[in-house]
Nanobody
Framework: QVQLVESGGGSVQAGGSLRLSCAAS????????MGWFRQAPGKEREGVAR????????YYADSVKGRFTISQDNAKNTVYLLMSSLKPEDTAMYYC?????????????????????WGQGTQVTVSS
């Protein structure tokens, strides 16, 4: 079965950096999209970043552009999220997700339902 395992969360001070990892197993990695989402208590889930596993095309929420970078290691079926210049408002549970269907170049929008597989999440806490 498909399994997504996140790691790398923790507590950091504002201005610091953190790298999240998402390892996929039991999953056809090519021609898919992987994404990072986050949700803070009392807030709606927000799409943070997405990447097409074959084309390498990336997409970011306006709130993280210039600060976060999504990347991948295809040999390891692993997606990363490098988070820099962290702010307290970045505090949330971060979830890795993967599409169940084929995407050859682009990715579904974050508000769409194309991401069918989800990890358990990893907590990121940014203190001021």
């Amino acid at each position: 079965q498909v399994q997504l395992v996140e790691s790398g969360g923790g507590s950091v001070q504002a201005g610091g950096s953190l790298r999240l990892s998402c390892a996929a197993s039991g999953y056809t990695y090519s021609n898919r999209c992987m994404g990072w989402f986050r949700q803070a208590p009392g807030k709606e889930r927000e799409g943070v970043a997405r990447i097409n596993t074959s084309s390498g095309n990336t997409y970011y929420a306006d709130s993280v552009k210039g600060r976060f970078t999504i990347s991948q290691d295809n040999a390891k079926n692993t997606v990363y999220l490098l988070m820099s210049s962290l702010k307290p408002e970045d505090t949330a549970m971060y979830y890795c997700a993967a599409t169940g269907g084929v995407w050859y170049s682009s990715c579904p929008r974050a508000e769409e339902t194309g991401f069918g597989y989800w990890g358990q999440g990893t907590q990121v806490t940014v203190s001021s």
